[in-house]
């Protein structure tokens, strides 16, 4: 940083990178590739063809390999909450234009203590639920049957696994029968 009247000026964030790019004598492709960003983005941003992002994914990704805090950056704005719009939430999304419902008339449908979570659902701040009797309540909402939603609840279950460290590679006998008992019961015995 530098000192000017007194006064704390922030480097600009394209200079932070160039330095750190030069200092570490890390190749731009290589940092692309760890940001995800394309060759070229990282050229724009250095040059200042293009602004420095704002995005806060981006700048993130961007700090964790430069060992800074995001902060650091003047275009970063903390987020409330992290933003998740996954395939479950343009499911949902999808179903509900195509039965013509407002989000009000969408919430709605749902018992008021559901409401705040389908929104964060929504709004991508949350996955689908991993109890089965909530996620049926969404389906039956969106008129749509079990088959439809149940892969979708067999992603979500299959991620936390193996976020808890559940190795599917050297367990495929247990998770194929987990599952298939899983499907099993859903199909016969859910009150979609």
């Known amino acids: 940083m530098a000192t000017k009247n007194n006064s704390i000026v922030k480097m600009k964030s394209s200079q932070m990178l160039d330095n750190f790019l030069e200092k570490t004598n890390l190749h731009k492709k290589d940092f692309a590739q760890m940001i995800g960003v394309t060759l070229s983005y990282v050229y724009n941003l250095i040059d200042e063809t293009i602004p420095f992002s704002t995005r806060s994914t981006t700048l993130e ?73 909530e996620v049926s309540v969404i389906a039956k909402v969106l008129d749509v049957s079990k088959e439809e939603i149940y892969d979708y609840w067999e992603a979500r279950l299959r991620q936390l ?32």
């Open 61 to 133: 990704r961007i700090a964790t390999v430069m060992d800074i805090n995001p902060e650091e950056f003047v275009e970063y704005k903390i987020p409330q909450d992290p933003i998740l719009i996954d395939e479950t939430t343009q499911f949902i999304r999808e179903k509900q234009k195509e039965k013509k419902l407002t989000t009000v008339q969408f919430l709605k449908a749902f018992p008021r203590k559901q409401r705040l979570e389908i929104v964060d659902i929504l709004r991508g701040a949350r996955p689908i639920p991993l109890d089965w009797e």
């Open 161 to 192: 696994l193996q976020t808890s460290g559940f190795n599917f590679e050297s367990n495929q006998g247990i998770a194929a029968a987990m599952f298939d008992c899983a499907r099993e019961y859903v199909y016969k015995n859910s009150k979609i």
